[in-house]
């Protein structure tokens, strides 16, 4: 493998396990501010950041590469009302696209297809997320400031379970 496309790679894996620890920090505010629906989509975003740190670790273990696993970086958001992780996320994961790009266009300045071809599911996977944050983000501007609707939304985000990303089921 390329050593630039691997230095990606196994910088993702950081970059994801970050995800998962900035998650986890959006689902304490929501807990603490009584919101446990909010909390349990973030928990939920958390442990399929998590599942893509692994989905990167298999790949590298798969074509005979090493991992070395760095520091994760403590998150440094705070919030002064519900909207402001949901604005976060959005941001985060529009930062997140931006680091699959940079593997892929590596992967294509080296002619790895195999690498390429990995990433396709991740780039699906970041459309998806940054809808996801996007509609999460309207949604709070429609109905947020009224405390029924807002209970509503809650109960709507308690209800969201984990299911298993597909390189991962696949895998198994």
């Known amino acids: ?25 959006f689902a304490d505010y929501y807990e603490e501010e009584g919101l446990e629906g909010f909390a349990n989509w973030y928990e939920i975003q958390a442990q399929e950041e998590r599942d893509h740190a692994i989905i990167f670790r298999n790949y590298l273990h798969e074509n005979g590469c090493k991992v070395k696993l760095l520091a994760i970086d403590q998150p440094d958001k705070e919030f002064s009302d519900f909207l402001a992780p949901l604005e976060a996320a959005l941001e985060h994961e529009k930062y997140v696209t931006g680091l699959i790009n940079d593997i892929y266009a590596a992967a294509a300045d080296v002619r790895d297809y195999r690498t390429m071809k ?50 991962l089921a696949a895998a198994e």
């Open 1 to 25: 493998m390329d050593a630039r496309v691997y230095e990606l790679l196994n910088d993702q894996i950081n970059k994801e396990l970050y995800s998962a620890y900035l998650y986890l920090s």
């Open 118 to 167: 990995f990433l396709d599911w991740f780039i699906e996977e970041q459309q998806e997320e940054e809808d996801n944050a996007d509609k999460m983000i309207t949604r709070m501007k429609l109905f947020g400031s009224d405390a029924k609707a807002l209970y509503d939304l809650d109960q709507e985000n308690a209800a969201r379970v984990y299911s298993v990303p597909s390189p």
